[in-house]
């Protein structure tokens, strides 16, 4: 059977879902449609879109408030190895939400549309008692920087490790080891390289340790216990005997990025770097 033309619906319209999660230098993407049918790579959007009619997207309105309001997706668990972790409740990594909303017209021209983009920032199964289901709600980045701000009058350094300012190469500093134990937030590490030679006696402070492309903050560490790192929080159960990838942390002072990173030269605190004369701080005379 062909349809007329004035039988054809004149637009169609679904809805694409992308999880971006994993190491952020190597990222693992997950991809799903409302659509009846797999979506194939469509323009710049990436795919394919795996077909989950039953999912359901309710976006943030934006009236004025949008910063204050979540997003959230639902759709079916189907035994979904990423979907199981995001909504086991234990740690995992970051994972960033986007929203793409596809219009076809009669006549082939599509309109592509970006509605949403943000963090994720809980998962749980069988919301509302509905078995079988998994909601993940994100928010903007603009929900996280609702604080108030001030003026830093401390010298530590504005720049990120790793990130632009700092400029050092995270690929230099990277190193591999195996995680033995697990109690708690206490892991112990072993198979990196001896440190000694950093005075400031707490090369892996503030670094973090990667796994599956989640990375967990080292809360403490010191040279005298090399091998028993601290984290911010226990670690799943899985790193268990696993590799791993660590790097070192910065607390953004001086002395730590001179002697424990060589870089004193990026250093860009209040106090370190500014000139000699400023004439935003001159007062004239008579």
């Known amino acids: 059977m062909v349809l007329l033309a004035t039988q054809k619906p004149q637009k169609n319209s679904f809805m694409l879902v992308e999880f971006k999660y994993g190491d952020p230098f190597d990222p693992k993407f997950e991809r799903f449609t409302d659509n009846q049918e797999e979506v194939p790579v469509l323009g710049n959007t990436g795919g394919p879109w795996f077909s989950r009619p039953e999912m359901k997207i309710e976006l943030a309105e934006n009236v004025g408030t949008l910063s204050q309001r979540k997003t959230h997706v639902e759709l079916e668990l189907r035994g979904n190895t990423f979907l199981t972790n995001a909504s086991s409740g234990e740690a995992h990594s970051l994972i960033e939400m986007t929203i793409i909303e596809i219009v076809e017209d009669f006549d082939g021209n599509i309109d592509i549309t970006w509605p949403y983009k943000g963090r994720c920032r809980e998962g749980w199964k069988n919301p509302g008692g509905r078995t079988g289901m998994v909601r993940i709600e994100a928010r903007t980045c603009f ?122 030269d990026r250093f860009a605190g209040i106090g370190w770097n500014t000139p000699s004369y400023n004439p935003t701080l001159d007062v004239g005379g008579g």
Not at 190 to 195: C, E, P, R, V, Y
Not at 217 to 244: H, K, Q
Not at 253 to 263: F, Q, S
């Open 143 to 264: 929900k996280d920087l609702e604080r108030s701000l001030g003026i830093v009058l401390g010298p530590q350094c504005p720049w990120y490790l790793y990130g632009r300012g700092c400029d050092k190469q995270r690929s230099d500093d990277v190193e591999t080891g195996t995680i033995t134990t697990i109690v708690g937030s206490k892991v112990t590490i072993t198979g990196l390289a001896d440190h000694s030679a950093d005075t400031t006696n707490r090369y892996w402070h503030l670094g973090n340790v990667n796994v599956e492309g989640l990375p967990i903050m080292v809360l403490d560490w010191e040279i005298g216990d090399p091998t028993n790192f601290y984290f911010v929080r226990p670690p799943p159960a899985r790193w268990l005997g696993v590799s791993c990838t660590v790097v070192p942390g910065c607390d953004k002072h001086p002395l730590t990025c001179d002697v424990r990173h060589d870089n004193s």
